[in-house]
């Protein structure tokens, strides 16, 4: 377990950074609101768009994870969250009217979500052997995930008081340096993956997911009702 802390680290750094990329724009989308002059219903797209996005392709993540490789496709679906967080980003700080090209650079984002965080889980089952390091992992990656929860709405506001597009900016950042740090400590033998099955593989990453699509939609159809 000792030789694979640095592993978990990193991998704890995905959990972490894709529940700060989503959930710490809920406080700020009042604000959000204001500044590009759209609707409750419309910001609320902002965030389920994204929890919606990376629903819907959870089970390709998998069934790729288990054809090309675990890291391999944590590191490309980082580097997707960047891209379209990059999207996001820019929009939101260069133009008069961001918010179509916010939403499409948080729907690339979603696609991204869904082969980083779901994967880790998977992952974190093919570095151990023993069930109980392999249970001692994924505590670590549920306490990443739940510092996220916590953290989140205190950063949005923080970042937003700022300049309002902080939090869009902060997203390619966070995932650069989650994917650097999985790149260069992440070591996982292909030869050592699991095979997934893809519906209990769902079931388990929706439940871990859930935070994120509640919040997506209650936000979504509240907004709706009002």
Not at 101 to 109: E, N, S
Not at 119 to 128: A, Q
Not at 161 to 181: C, K, N, T
């Amino acid at each position: 377990m000792e030789d694979k802390k640095w592993d978990l680290m990193a991998l704890a750094s995905i959990p972490l950074m894709m529940t700060l990329g989503n959930s710490m724009f809920i406080p700020v989308l009042p604000v959000i609101e204001r500044e590009i002059n759209i609707t409750s219903f419309q910001s609320s797209l902002i965030i389920s768009a994204y929890s919606i996005t990376a629903i819907l392709c959870i089970p390709v993540s998998g069934y790729l994870s288990d054809k090309w490789g675990r890291k391999k496709i944590i590191v490309t679906s980082l580097m997707m969250v960047a891209a379209g967080g990059a999207v996001s980003a820019v929009a939101a700080w260069q133009l008069d009217k961001p918010y179509l090209l916010i939403l499409l650079g948080r729907i690339v984002q979603g696609i991204g979500s869904a082969g980083a965080f779901p994967v880790v889980l998977p992952t974190v089952g093919d570095m151990f052997k023993q069930e109980e390091e392999v249970s001692h992992g994924l505590g670590i990656i549920e306490t990443a995930n739940t510092l996220g929860k916590v953290l989140s709405p205190i950063i949005g506001a923080l970042l937003a008081v700022l300049v309002w597009y902080m939090p869009f900016m902060a997203v390619p950042v966070l995932s650069l340096m989650s994917m650097l740090l999985v790149w260069f400590l992440v070591k996982v033998p292909r030869t050592d993956q699991k095979k997934i099955n893809p519906f209990l593989f769902f079931s388990q990453v929706l439940k871990k997911l859930f935070i994120l699509t509640d919040a997506g939609c209650m936000l979504f159809f509240s907004s709706a009702v009002y």
